[in-house]
């Protein structure tokens, strides 16, 4: 049963609020406004010029932690109720890093501006990322796909790559929208939301692709054509969308508390505390084998006292809650997964949040 929090327990009040109210509010409205925001707020030129190891951290890191995530967390409930696709599930949603608080932190150290970048960016891509990997396990989970690796591989690269082609044709089509009006305050935010939800809809439900990716790729193709808009129409367009932003990432956080109850901490304490440590070690692994293959493809050596942060700063946050709020409570390891996920979020908020600025003086960043 969903509360507000703990506080109507012990009056036996049923708020009337069930985890499965929230699937299609995740996915449709608060999402791509998170991934939009988030997008519009990256500086174009220093993600051009880190992409490679942004990619890399964003795809192969992801993975790799979903996998070794998954691992740990299958062979280590160990139980015939929790199979390896529910493993993997957990392992998807958890990998999504959303450093909100650090970004935060490191604008108010004067960080390097390499770090931020690298950073944010993989957080925007990892998310996308693990969006569509989240949604290729979930198919297979309730029997709509096969669990077959070549074909999902081939399906998570159509998905993707479509994904991003769409958005960069939504977003290319909005520039050109924009040149041949005058733009005002109004006209720019109705554009800019009609082309976040247009280029989710078109991918996802028209072309049935990602519409997570098309959305990020809409709005970052919009940033890189900035030249159609004044400078004072960017702040006003930021300014909005970090509202909208503030205001997505408070509503998912309502929410948990909602659907949050005791029973997660006092029945699945042993699975949050294995995820906790499963994806710990994964974030490690994931962090360090990207950093060195940048190195040996790109020839883009990362400084050495920004792995450590890059791990500790990895936060789970909205987009994590957001996919296991998403979780059809038709699979029946549902509540499995939505308290690890939920734990892990606990996690890193109190402890890795608060924690991570001593670390970079430690490291004197």
């Given at each position: 049963?969903?509360?507000?929090?703990?506080?109507?327990?012990?009056?036996?009040?049923?708020?009337?609020?069930?985890?499965?109210?929230?699937?299609?509010?995740?996915?449709?409205?608060?999402?791509?406004?998170?991934?939009?925001?988030?997008?519009?707020?990256?500086?174009?030129?220093?993600?051009?010029?880190?992409?490679?190891?942004?990619?890399?951290?964003?795809?192969?890191?992801?993975?790799?932690?979903?996998?070794?995530?998954?691992?740990?967390?299958?062979?280590?409930?160990?139980?015939?109720?929790?199979?390896?696709?529910?493993?993997?599930?957990?392992?998807?949603?958890?990998?999504?890093?959303?450093?909100?608080?650090?970004?935060?932190?490191?604008?108010?150290?004067?960080?390097?501006?390499?770090?931020?970048?690298?950073?944010?960016?993989?957080?925007?891509?990892?998310?996308?990322?693990?969006?569509?990997?989240?949604?290729?396990?979930?198919?297979?989970?309730?029997?709509?796909?096969?669990?077959?690796?070549?074909?999902?591989?081939?399906?998570?690269?159509?998905?993707?790559?479509?994904?991003?082609?769409s958005g960069v044709i939504s977003g290319?089509?909005?520039?050109?929208?924009?040149?041949?009006?005058?733009?005002?305050?109004?006209?720019?935010?109705?554009?800019?939301?009609?082309?976040?939800?247009?280029?989710?809809?078109?991918?996802?439900?028209?072309?049935?692709?990602?519409?997570?990716?098309?959305?990020?790729?809409?709005?970052?193709?919009?940033?890189?054509?900035?030249?159609?808009?004044?400078?004072?129409?960017?702040?006003?367009?930021?300014?909005?969308?970090?509202?909208?932003?503030?205001?997505?990432?408070?509503?998912?956080?309502?929410?948990?508390?909602?659907?949050?109850?005791?029973?997660?901490?006092?029945?699945?304490?042993?699975?949050?505390?294995?995820?906790?440590?499963?994806?710990?070690?994964?974030?490690?692994?994931?962090?360090?084998?990207?950093?060195?293959?940048?190195?040996?493809?790109?020839?883009?050596?990362?400084?050495?006292?920004?792995?450590?942060?890059?791990?500790?700063?990895?936060?789970?946050?909205a987009v994590t809650i957001a996919l296991?709020?998403?979780?059809?409570?038709?699979?029946?390891?549902?509540?499995?997964?939505?308290?690890?996920?939920?734990?892990v979020v606990i996690f890193t908020l109190?402890?890795?949040?608060?924690?991570?600025?001593?670390?970079?003086?430690?490291?004197?960043?």
């Amino acid at each position: 049963m969903s509360r507000f929090s703990f506080l109507l327990v012990p009056f036996n009040w049923d708020t009337g609020i069930r985890a499965n109210n929230f699937q299609e509010l995740m996915l449709f409205v608060l999402l791509p406004v998170l991934i939009f925001e988030s997008a519009l707020s990256l500086d174009s030129k220093l993600l051009r010029k880190y992409m490679p190891n942004v990619l890399t951290l964003a795809t192969l890191g992801l993975l790799l932690s979903t996998a070794i995530t998954g691992a740990f967390l299958f062979f280590g409930i160990n139980h015939v109720g929790f199979p390896i696709i529910a493993a993997l599930l957990a392992g998807a949603v958890i990998s999504a890093t959303d450093p909100v608080a650090v970004v935060a932190q490191l604008k108010v150290l004067k960080a390097p501006e390499d770090l931020a970048i690298l950073i944010e960016g993989e957080s925007l891509l990892n998310d996308a990322t693990a969006i569509v990997l989240f949604s290729i396990l979930l198919a297979i989970a309730k029997g709509t796909a096969e669990p077959n690796l070549v074909a999902g591989i081939s399906q998570f690269m159509l998905v993707f790559l479509g994904g991003v082609l769409s958005g960069v044709i939504s977003g290319l089509t909005a520039v050109c929208f924009l040149r041949l009006i005058k733009i005002n305050t109004m006209h720019l935010t109705a554009t800019t939301l009609v082309l976040a939800y247009g280029s989710f809809y078109i991918s996802e439900h028209v072309l049935h692709l990602s519409g997570i990716v098309a959305v990020m790729s809409a709005a970052l193709t919009l940033k890189h054509f900035k030249s159609v808009l004044t400078e004072e129409h960017e702040h006003q367009v930021h300014s909005v969308w970090e509202s909208l932003g503030f205001i997505a990432n408070l509503f998912v956080f309502v929410l948990l508390g909602l659907v949050i109850s005791i029973e997660m901490f006092t029945q699945m304490w042993l699975a949050i505390l294995l995820a906790i440590i499963g994806a710990t070690i994964a974030r490690v692994i994931a962090v360090y084998v990207s950093v060195g293959l940048n190195q040996w493809l790109w020839g883009q050596p990362t400084n050495k006292k920004y792995p450590p942060v890059m791990i500790w700063g990895g936060l789970r946050g909205a987009v994590t809650i957001a996919l296991v709020l998403s979780l059809p409570t038709e699979i029946p390891y549902w509540w499995t997964i939505q308290s690890i996920g939920f734990g892990v979020v606990i996690f890193t908020l109190v402890l890795q949040a608060t924690t991570t600025t001593s670390l970079m003086k430690k490291l004197k960043i």
